[in-house]
C-alpha cells in the first residue's frame, strides 16, 4: 500500500523541453477517452454483480444503460472535454473565462447527462459572470477530472506553475476542492509520462506516491475498489488499479468498467491513460469502429490542434 510515511519525496518535474511526443499516443488518449466513455456508459450505476449477472463480462459498445444510449455514443465525460478542447484553441489557451463560457453553452444545448455539481456551479455561473466557484469541501467529484486532458495536450512540455495554473482555470468552474485539483493535475502529469514514453509502472508508481504523499485519502492496496463512486478519490483508486495490473488497452477497460458504478467517467479516464500508454494502435479495432463517428473524428483532430498549441506537432 501507498503510506505518506513510507514515501520518498516526487516533485512532479515536467518534461524537457524538446521531449516531443510519441506518434499515435495523443490521439490514442483522446479517441482511448471517448471509447472508455462509450463502454462504461452502459453499465453505469450498476453493481459488479449485476454486470455479471446481466453480461458476464461487459466487453462490447452496445449502448442502452440508463441513458438508453446508442451503440457507441458517449456521455459528458467526452462531450466536455471536446467543448474544453475548443475554447481551448479559440483562446489561444487555458483561459477560466472561455473555459465557462464554453461549458455554459454546452449545458445549454441539452447533452444526454450533466452531473449536479457541474450543473449547479454553471448555473451559479450564469448568475455572477465569475468562472471561479466557491471553494466547497463538498466538491470533491470527478467531474473536473473527466475532462482534464485537452489541458494535458495543450500544456505539453511547458513549465510545472504554468500547467498546475491551466489545471485549476479550468477545474475551478465547477470543482473548486484540493482534492480534485491533486486528481487533476496528477493525470495531467502521468499523461505527460506516457506521452514522451516514459516507463508506464514508473510512472504510475511516481505519481501515485506524489499523489498519495500530498493527500493519504488517495491511498490504495490490492484490494480491489470495486462500485466506485463519483467521488474523485474512489474514481483514482479504480483507475490506478485497473492500470497498473494490466498489459494491454483491452484489458485494461475491461478490468476498470466491469467495476460498476460511475463506470462511464472512470472508463473514460482509464482508457486516456491506456490509449497515451499503448497509442492508437492499442485500442481494438472492433471498439474504434463502434465509436461514434463524428466523435471519433473531433477527438482525433482536437488531438493534433492542442498538441500543435504547445508546440508539438504529431504525424497524423
Same mark, same amino acid.
Given at each position: 500500500?501507498?503510506?505518506?510515511?513510507?514515501?520518498?519525496?516526487?516533485?512532479?518535474?515536467?518534461?524537457?523541453?524538446?521531449?516531443?511526443?510519441?506518434?499515435?499516443?495523443?490521439?490514442?488518449?483522446?479517441?482511448?477517452?471517448?471509447?472508455?466513455?462509450?463502454?462504461?456508459?452502459?453499465?453505469?450505476?450498476?453493481?459488479?454483480?449485476?454486470?455479471?449477472?446481466?453480461?458476464?463480462?461487459?466487453?462490447?459498445?452496445?449502448?442502452?444503460?440508463?441513458?438508453?444510449?446508442?451503440?457507441?455514443?458517449?456521455?459528458?465525460?467526452?462531450?466536455?472535454?471536446?467543448?474544453?478542447?475548443?475554447?481551448?484553441?479559440?483562446?489561444?489557451?487555458?483561459?477560466?473565462? $472561455?473555459?465557462? %463560457? +464554453?461549458? @455554459? *453553452?454546452?449545458? !445549454?444545448?441539452?447533452?444526454?447527462? =450533466? &452531473?449536479?455539481?457541474?450543473?449547479?456551479?454553471?448555473?451559479r455561473f450564469r448568475g455572477t459572470g465569475n468562472p471561479q466557484a466557491t471553494v466547497c469541501e463538498h466538491d470533491?467529484?470527478?467531474?473536473?477530472?473527466?475532462?482534464?486532458?485537452?489541458?494535458?495536450?495543450?500544456?505539453?512540455?511547458?513549465?510545472?506553475?504554468?500547467?498546475?495554473?491551466?489545471?485549476?482555470?479550468?477545474?475551478?468552474?465547477?470543482?473548486?476542492?484540493?482534492?480534485?485539483?491533486?486528481?487533476?493535475?496528477?493525470?495531467?502529469?502521468?499523461?505527460?509520462?506516457?506521452? $514522451?514514453?516514459? %516507463? +508506464?509502472? @514508473? *510512472?504510475?508508481? !511516481?505519481?501515485?506516491?506524489?499523489? =498519495? &504523499?500530498?493527500?493519504?485519502?488517495?491511498?490504495?492496496?490490492?484490494?480491489?475498489?470495486?462500485?466506485?463512486?463519483?467521488?474523485?478519490?474512489?474514481?483514482?483508486?479504480?483507475?490506478?488499479?485497473?492500470?497498473?495490473?494490466?498489459?494491454?488497452?483491452?484489458?485494461?477497460?475491461?478490468?476498470?468498467?466491469?467495476?460498476?458504478?460511475?463506470?462511464?467517467?472512470?472508463?473514460?479516464?482509464?482508457?486516456?491513460?491506456?490509449?497515451?500508454?499503448?497509442?492508437?494502435?492499442?485500442?481494438?479495432?472492433?471498439?474504434?469502429?463502434?465509436?461514434?463517428?463524428?466523435?471519433?473524428?473531433?477527438?482525433?483532430?482536437?488531438?493534433?490542434?492542442?498538441?500543435?498549441?504547445? &508546440?508539438?506537432?504529431?504525424?497524423?
Amino acid at each position: 500500500m501507498f503510506r505518506p510515511g513510507d514515501l520518498i519525496a516526487h516533485r512532479l518535474t515536467v518534461l524537457p523541453e524538446k521531449a516531443a511526443p510519441l506518434p499515435g499516443k495523443a490521439a490514442g488518449a483522446y479517441l482511448g477517452l471517448a471509447v472508455g466513455d462509450a463502454l462504461g456508459a452502459t453499465v453505469e450505476f450498476l453493481t459488479p454483480n449485476e454486470i455479471r449477472h446481466q453480461y458476464g463480462v461487459h466487453r462490447d459498445l452496445t449502448g442502452g444503460g440508463w441513458l438508453r444510449l446508442k451503440a457507441g455514443q458517449v456521455t459528458d465525460d467526452t462531450t466536455m472535454s471536446l467543448a474544453l478542447g475548443r475554447a481551448i484553441l479559440a483562446a489561444g489557451g487555458v483561459r477560466a473565462q $472561455a473555459a465557462a %463560457d +464554453a461549458f @455554459d *453553452a454546452w449545458m !445549454r444545448a441539452r447533452p444526454v447527462d =450533466v &452531473g449536479n455539481t457541474v450543473r449547479r456551479n454553471l448555473i451559479r455561473f450564469r448568475g455572477t459572470g465569475n468562472p471561479q466557484a466557491t471553494v466547497c469541501e463538498h466538491d470533491a467529484g470527478n467531474g473536473a477530472a473527466m475532462r482534464v486532458l485537452p489541458v494535458a495536450l495543450a500544456c505539453y512540455g511547458q513549465p510545472e506553475e504554468k500547467i498546475i495554473a491551466a489545471s485549476r482555470a479550468q477545474a475551478h468552474v465547477t470543482h473548486h476542492n484540493a482534492l480534485s485539483d491533486a486528481a487533476c493535475e496528477t493525470l495531467v502529469f502521468v499523461v505527460h509520462d506516457l506521452l $514522451a514514453g516514459r %516507463d +508506464a509502472a @514508473d *510512472a504510475f508508481q !511516481r505519481r501515485a506516491e506524489a499523489l =498519495v &504523499g500530498a493527500y493519504p485519502a488517495f491511498a490504495f492496496d490490492k484490494k480491489r475498489r470495486e462500485n466506485p463512486s463519483g467521488y474523485v478519490v474512489e474514481t483514482m483508486q479504480a483507475v490506478f488499479q485497473g492500470s497498473v495490473s494490466t498489459s494491454s488497452f483491452e484489458d485494461c477497460l475491461l478490468d476498470v468498467v466491469n467495476r460498476g458504478g460511475d463506470a462511464d467517467t472512470t472508463g473514460a479516464i482509464a482508457g486516456m491513460l491506456a490509449g497515451a500508454r499503448y497509442g492508437v494502435e492499442g485500442i481494438p479495432r472492433r471498439w474504434l469502429r463502434a465509436l461514434d463517428g463524428k466523435i471519433a473524428a473531433q477527438c482525433s483532430e482536437q488531438a493534433h490542434a492542442l498538441l500543435a498549441l504547445a &508546440g508539438f506537432g504529431e504525424p497524423a
